[in-house]
Every structure is written in structure tokens, then in C-alpha cells.
């Protein structure tokens, strides 16, 4: 078997690049890691799960005789960037970062708390209200539960969560994409007044961000992982098939 392009998914963008791929022809593969019980699947073929570290996924590549490696998994997917980096510097495999931009330019940004992690998220949410919109996933409750133990917190997240949350918190289970109605309908049912988000980007969740600007709830947006990679990037679907029709072979 050979294929050509190995993307690395788990977002909108990379979906949308196998759709782009596959009506050009281009022989490709998506990889998801798994995390989710019923992935959104994109078009083509998938695998799912890890492929051991930049070691295994080295290995991958050159088994599969891949040519480029699409990294387009979320941009706070910092691991599995990093590893993408070092397997294909590795192996000699052309690496391009697709990432779609993040929050920055959009008009209420600048009244916006930006933080460097999801600790300082939690201590600057405490400090700015009482009744928390957490939208920061899953995984990151863990960093939150202590500081907001006494906080009403509404955690919204994709997947049911197995850990314990304080008893004033409550797990809203929901998947995007969202629009402004339902957020400020969220809004309004919780009387939520600060919303903590991470700087995912993209229009699939920001409609919470219009929302929260329109009932002056304060938002707290984590800042993307510092991902200073010596790769090339590009910030959508048009630019990544330019790139991979820019390699030889
Ligand atoms: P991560 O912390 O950067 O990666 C941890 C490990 O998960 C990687 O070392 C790799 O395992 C495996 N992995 C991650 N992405 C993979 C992929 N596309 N294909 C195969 N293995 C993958 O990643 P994460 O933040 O857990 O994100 C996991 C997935 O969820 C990614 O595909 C990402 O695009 C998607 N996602 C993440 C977020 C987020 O906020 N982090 C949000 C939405 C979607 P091995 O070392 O064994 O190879």
C-alpha cells in the first residue's frame, strides 16, 4: 500500500483537507487519536489512536511510505505537534502545520482576560464572577476543580466525564457547532457571568464568545501553547493544498 499524505486530524480543517484531497484524486490518510467514543470521521481512510511517540510515528512513515504529513490536529494538540515535528525531521518527510487563527482579531478580544494557562484561568474566573461558562474540555476540569470548588460552574464538554466535580458544578454534555441563540440561551438559564474558553479559533465555537460580549459576561481565553515550530504553517485548507502541490513527486 502507498500513501502519499498522512494528515493528522481531529479538526474541521483536516476534514475538510481530505475532502479537498480525495476530489483531487490525491492518495491520503487521516489519523484520530481516539479520545472521542464516535468521532466525527472525514472522507477517505482512517486510523485511529497513537503511533508511540515520534519513534513510532517515525516508524509509521516510513513503513507507509508517506511523502507529507499534514499536521492539522488542534492547536492546543502541542504533543502530538511536537511529535510530527521530530518524526518527520527524523525521516526526512515534508511537515506542514495547518492551524487555523485563533481569537485574537475578533472585536471583543480586546476586553478579554488572555492567560497563560488553564491555572491562571481558573484563579482570574474566580476573582471575576460567580457563576463560570468552563468550556475548556475534558481533560482540563482536573485544573479548574480546586480553585472553583465553590463557584456554580457550568462545564460543557463533548464526552461524560469520569472524575468527581464539586457539588455546585454541573456537566452540560454537548458538541458544536454552536450558534448565538442557544449560547445566549446557555447564558441566560445559568446567569453566567464569566465565561472561560481556550483560543481554539475557528467559527465552529465562538458564537459563545458574540454571546458573552452582547450580555457583558467577562471572558477568560487561554492562550494557545507557545508552538514555535520549525516547520512551515499555514492557516487554511487553500494554503496547505498549496504547499503539498508545491512538493516534488
Ligand atoms: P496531544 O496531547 O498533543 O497528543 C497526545 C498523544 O495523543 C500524542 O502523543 C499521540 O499519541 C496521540 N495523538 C494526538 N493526536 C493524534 C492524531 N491525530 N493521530 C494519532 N495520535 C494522536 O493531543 P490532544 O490534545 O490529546 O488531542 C488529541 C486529538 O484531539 C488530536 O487529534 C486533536 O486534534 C484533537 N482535539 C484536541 C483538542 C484539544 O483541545 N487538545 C480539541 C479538539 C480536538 P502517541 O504519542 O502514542 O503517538
Redesign the pocket.
Known amino acids: 500500500m502507498s500513501v502519499t499524505v498522512l494528515i493528522?486530524?481531529?479538526?474541521g480543517e483536516?476534514r475538510q483537507l481530505a475532502c479537498v484531497l480525495a476530489a483531487d484524486g490525491v492518495d491520503f490518510l487521516s489519523?484520530?487519536?481516539?479520545?472521542v467514543a464516535e468521532p466525527r470521521l472525514p472522507v477517505g481512510r482512517v486510523?485511529?489512536?497513537?503511533?508511540?511517540?515520534?519513534e513510532?510515528?517515525a516508524v509509521f512513515l516510513t513503513e507507509y511510505d508517506i511523502r507529507a504529513v499534514v499536521d492539522?490536529?488542534?492547536p492546543?494538540?502541542?504533543?502530538?505537534?511536537a511529535?510530527a515535528v521530530a518524526a518527520c525531521g527524523r525521516v526526512g518527510v515534508p511537515l506542514v502545520r495547518l492551524a487555523r487563527p485563533g481569537w485574537a482579531g475578533l472585536p471583543g478580544a480586546p476586553r478579554w482576560c488572555w492567560v497563560a494557562s488553564h491555572e491562571t484561568a481558573a484563579v482570574t474566573a474566580a476573582s471575576l464572577g460567580s457563576r463560570i461558562l468552563l468550556t475548556t474540555?475534558r481533560?482540563s476540569l482536573g485544573r479548574y476543580r480546586e480553585r472553583l470548588a465553590q463557584h456554580v460552574v457550568v462545564a460543557r464538554v463533548v464526552e461524560p466525564v469520569d472524575q468527581q466535580v464539586p457539588p455546585s458544578w454541573r456537566v452540560v454534555l454537548d458538541r458544536g457547532p454552536y450558534d448565538v441563540d442557544g449560547e445566549r440561551a446557555l447564558l441566560k438559564e445559568h446567569r453566567i457571568d464569566v465565561l472561560v474558553t481556550?483560543d481554539?479559533g475557528g467559527d465552529y465555537t465562538s458564537a459563545k464568545l458574540d454571546a458573552a460580549d452582547e450580555f457583558g459576561v467577562r471572558v477568560v481565553v487561554v492562550r494557545r501553547p507557545d508552538a514555535r515550530l520549525d516547520v512551515p504553517c499555514v492557516s487554511d485548507v487553500a494554503a496547505a493544498m498549496h504547499w503539498l502541490g508545491s512538493r516534488p513527486g
Open positions: 493528522l486530524g481531529g479538526t483536516a489519523s484520530l487519536a481516539g479520545r486510523r485511529i489512536g497513537g503511533f508511540g511517540g515520534a513510532g510515528l492539522a490536529t488542534h492546543f494538540a502541542a504533543g502530538m505537534s511529535n474540555g481533560r481556550k481554539s
